[in-house]
C-alpha cells in the first residue's frame, strides 16, 4: 500500500513533507544530545546517538521511497 494510505495522507507531497519532517525533528534531538554527550566527554553515549542518527536517516528514506511509490487501491 505505501506510506500514507494507512495514516489517511492522500497527497505524495504531504506523505514526503511529513517524512521530511519526521527526519528534521529527530535530527535535531541527536543533535542536541551529541553536544551534550560531547561536553560532558561521554564517548559511549556519543557513539549510540551517532548510530540513532543513522535509523533517522534509513527511516527517512524507507518513507521517502513509500512516499514516492504509492499506488491506489
Known amino acids: 500500500m505505501g506510506f500514507g494510505f494507512r495514516t489517511?495522507?492522500?497527497?505524495?507531497?504531504?506523505?514526503?513533507?511529513?517524512?521530511?519532517?519526521?527526519?528534521?525533528?529527530?535530527?535535531?534531538?541527536?543533535?542536541?544530545?551529541?553536544?551534550?554527550f560531547i561536553g560532558t566527554g561521554e564517548v559511549l553515549w556519543l557513539a549510540l546517538m551517532v548510530l540513532i542518527e543513522a535509523v533517522f536517516i534509513y527511516g527517512f528514506i524507507q518513507l521517502a521511497h513509500q512516499a514516492r511509490n504509492r499506488r491506489s487501491t
Request: hydrophobic letters at 65%.
Open 8 to 36: 489517511g495522507v492522500r497527497s505524495a507531497r504531504v506523505a514526503l513533507g511529513f517524512a521530511v519532517y519526521a527526519l528534521v525533528l529527530g535530527t535535531v534531538l541527536v543533535l542536541v544530545g551529541i553536544i551534550d
